[in-house]
């Protein structure tokens, strides 16, 4: 019986994430997100320092002075003081003072580590957030890599940092996808560009995800970590602290990545930068992105965007900060595959012709939280003759993955590992010298340059992909009662959600 109820129980992230869920009560998702995501990063830098600190003490007699500030800098572990430290906030989890006393701990961090100056939320002591349940979510917390060392107990906590960072998109719904990208679309751009060496750039770096993903890949692939180093840029100042904290928990060097309110194209934090990868997920047809300011920018080397929307000025920010053999693989709205709006088409002909485009992918719907607009993926490189791979100048390939991915929830939907395994197997084997690559109706082709220029330099996949080849077992039956389940499946999840509000409005009439 035991072993069964083992094989059945929760992960130990969808345990924590349903009982932080309960404590949150009257807050804001947006809001309650700093206070949980605030707490995990605490314990993380305190399980760290802890773990340290008895090093020291136990080393004492050889000179090791476990209060010198300059012994934890050397092994890169934040200086936590004495009231701040994880256990100290523990111990008066119960009282009712207990916000004012993490608010304070924030601010001795954030004094003793230069690093953190501006980072961390102080939200614990404001009157809608119960003093009772913030110390039962300290206890909470406090359980997870309990008595684990430094590095499985960063690895659970970066892991349940993430895992909430995804679970607060999804409560906030369009709000999250500011600054969360789904993941497995950074899952799917980190494979298909395979960043093992170099420097890493996002000038839209949300909360960081692009960055923790592309360490990740290295990791798992026997690379060293070391050899990537990472810079970025956000101008939303809160997703920026989010991002802080997300690179701390993971141990990963995050000094190059920027805040201004201004943004990438008013104020480019990296100007000579040279990447040798760029992912990112930008913001879709932005009109107010200062354009009009910016008629001769010198990044308009294809072309002068339109100030109405920066799609192309973003894909002209990306070209201009590649390395000479750098490669980058970004999302774009749909739209800018086929528009020719105020010389957006223009810019797309010369992108082609001068051999930028690798690789377009067409997206399923229902990807992104923050928008319906559908999406795909462009992989650019500046140097497509390059010995590493084979040469692929004289064409693009063309994947069509609409079909591919599962609903998580009624307005969601993400790529499955093997979804990701397909699309980025078959751009791998198209792109690397030893592949063995097929055109498949339906999903992919290569095509010549020629037919990109037949079709007027629309790079919609469909286009030329083609439609899938007749499938003689499809069961008409099956799909038809498959689809009827689907529906009564969401009018019995609204019915459900109507019965709820008529229950809340009721509770209030009561009230009044």
């Given at each position: 019986?035991?072993?069964?109820?083992?094989?059945?129980?929760?992960?130990?992230?969808?345990?924590?994430?349903?009982?932080?869920?309960?404590?949150?009560?009257?807050?804001?998702?947006?809001?309650?997100?700093?206070?949980?995501?605030?707490?995990?990063?605490?314990?993380?830098?305190?399980?760290?320092?802890?773990?340290?600190?008895?090093?020291?003490?136990?080393?004492?007699?050889?000179?090791?002075?476990?209060?010198?500030?300059?012994?934890?800098?050397?092994?890169?572990?934040?200086?936590?003081?004495?009231?701040?430290?994880?256990?100290?906030?523990?111990?008066?989890?119960?009282?009712?003072?207990?916000?004012?006393?993490?608010?304070?701990?924030?601010?001795?961090?954030?004094?003793?580590?230069?690093?953190?100056?501006?980072?961390?939320?102080?939200?614990?002591?404001?009157?809608?957030?119960?003093?009772?349940?913030?110390?039962?979510?300290?206890?909470l917390v406090g359980n997870i890599a309990l008595g684990d060392a430094k590095a499985r107990s960063a690895d659970v906590l970066g892991h349940v940092f993430e895992y909430f960072l995804g679970e607060f998109a999804l409560a906030?719904?369009?709000?999250?996808?500011?600054?969360?990208?789904?993941?497995?679309?950074?899952?799917?751009?980190?494979?298909?560009?395979?960043?093992?060496?170099?420097?890493?750039?996002?000038?839209?770096?949300?909360?960081?995800?692009?960055?923790?993903?592309?360490?990740?890949?290295?990791?798992?692939?026997?690379?060293?970590?070391?050899?990537?180093?990472?810079?970025?840029?956000?101008?939303?100042?809160?997703?920026?602290?989010?991002?802080?904290?997300?690179?701390?928990?993971?141990?990963?060097?995050?000094?190059?990545?920027?805040?201004?309110?201004?943004?990438?194209?008013?104020?480019?934090?990296?100007?000579?930068?040279?990447?040798?990868?760029?992912?990112?997920?930008?913001?879709?047809?932005?009109?107010?992105?200062?354009?009009?300011?910016?008629?001769?920018?010198?990044?308009?080397?294809?072309?002068?965007?339109?100030?109405?929307?920066?799609?192309?000025?973003?894909?002209?920010?990306?070209?201009?900060?590649?390395?000479?053999?750098?490669q980058a693989g970004v999302v774009l709205a749909k739209g800018a595959l086929t528009s020719k709006t105020s010389g957006e088409g223009d810019i797309r002909k010369a992108l082609v012709e001068n051999g930028f485009i690798d690789?377009?992918?067409n997206l399923p719907a229902k990807l992104f939280l923050n928008t319906q607009i559908p999406a795909a993926l462009w992989f650019m490189s500046r140097n497509r003759k390059n010995g590493k791979y084979r040469d692929r100048s004289?064409?693009?390939?063309?994947?069509?993955?609409?079909?591919?991915?599962?609903?998580?929830?009624?307005?969601?939907?993400?790529?499955?590992?093997?979804?990701?395994?397909?699309?980025?197997?078959?751009?791998?084997?198209?792109?690397?010298?030893?592949?063995?690559?097929?055109?498949?109706?339906?999903?992919?082709?290569?095509?010549?340059?020629?037919?990109?220029?037949?079709?007027?330099?629309?790079?919609?996949?469909?286009?030329?992909?083609?439609?899938?080849?007749?499938?003689?077992?499809?069961?008409?039956?099956?799909?038809?009662?498959?689809?009827?389940?689907?529906?009564?499946?969401?009018?019995?999840?609204?019915?459900?959600?109507?019965?709820?509000?008529?229950?809340?409005?009721?509770?209030?009439?009561?009230?009044?």
């Amino acid at each position: 019986m035991a072993k069964q109820k083992a094989t059945t129980e929760e992960p130990l992230e969808k345990q924590l994430w349903k009982a932080a869920d309960k404590l949150r009560k009257n807050i804001d998702a947006a809001e309650y997100k700093h206070i949980v995501l605030g707490l995990i990063f605490l314990k993380y830098i305190s399980d760290a320092f802890e773990e340290l600190y008895a090093k020291l003490k136990a080393d004492e007699i050889n000179g090791a002075d476990p209060e010198d500030k300059d012994e934890y800098k050397a092994e890169n572990v934040f200086f936590v003081p004495q009231d701040a430290r994880w256990t100290y906030l523990q111990s008066k989890a119960k009282q009712p003072e207990i916000g004012k006393f993490v608010d304070d701990a924030m601010d001795a961090i954030e004094k003793e580590n230069a690093s953190l100056k501006g980072v961390l939320p102080k939200v614990f002591s404001r009157q809608n957030l119960d003093p009772t349940s913030l110390g039962e979510l300290i206890d909470l917390v406090g359980n997870i890599a309990l008595g684990d060392a430094k590095a499985r107990s960063a690895d659970v906590l970066g892991h349940v940092f993430e895992y909430f960072l995804g679970e607060f998109a999804l409560a906030e719904g369009k709000k999250g996808g500011q600054f969360y990208t789904p993941r497995s679309v950074v899952e799917l751009l980190v494979e298909m560009l395979e960043p093992y060496k170099g420097r890493v750039f996002d000038p839209c770096c949300g909360s960081g995800g692009m960055f923790v993903h592309s360490e990740k890949f290295v990791t798992e692939h026997q690379g060293k970590v070391n050899d990537i180093s990472i810079y970025g840029q956000e101008s939303n100042q809160t997703t920026w602290r989010l991002a802080k904290m997300n690179l701390a928990i993971r141990g990963i060097d995050s000094s190059q990545v920027k805040w201004n309110n201004e943004g990438s194209f008013l104020n480019d934090a990296h100007k000579d930068l040279k990447a040798d990868y760029i992912i990112a997920n930008p913001p879709f047809n932005v009109s107010d992105w200062g354009g009009d300011l910016m008629r001769t920018d010198g990044r308009w080397q294809y072309g002068t965007p339109p100030t109405g929307n920066a799609n192309f000025a973003w894909m002209q920010h990306f070209i201009y900060h590649l390395a000479p053999s750098g490669q980058a693989g970004v999302v774009l709205a749909k739209g800018a595959l086929t528009s020719k709006t105020s010389g957006e088409g223009d810019i797309r002909k010369a992108l082609v012709e001068n051999g930028f485009i690798d690789c377009i992918v067409n997206l399923p719907a229902k990807l992104f939280l923050n928008t319906q607009i559908p999406a795909a993926l462009w992989f650019m490189s500046r140097n497509r003759k390059n010995g590493k791979y084979r040469d692929r100048s004289n064409e693009i390939l063309f994947i069509d993955a609409r079909n591919l991915g599962h609903l998580i929830n009624r307005r969601t939907r993400e790529l499955s590992k093997e979804d990701i395994d397909k699309i980025t197997s078959t751009y791998h084997n198209w792109r690397n010298l030893d592949g063995k690559y097929e055109d498949v109706a339906g999903f992919c082709a290569s095509a010549p340059i020629s037919k990109v220029k037949e079709l007027d330099y629309v790079l919609t996949p469909g286009r030329y992909v083609g439609l899938p080849d007749e499938e003689d077992d499809f069961n008409f039956a099956e799909r038809f009662t498959s689809l009827k389940a689907e529906l009564e499946a969401q009018l019995k999840e609204e019915a459900q959600l109507n019965e709820m509000i008529a229950a809340n409005l009721l509770k209030i009439k009561i009230n009044e």
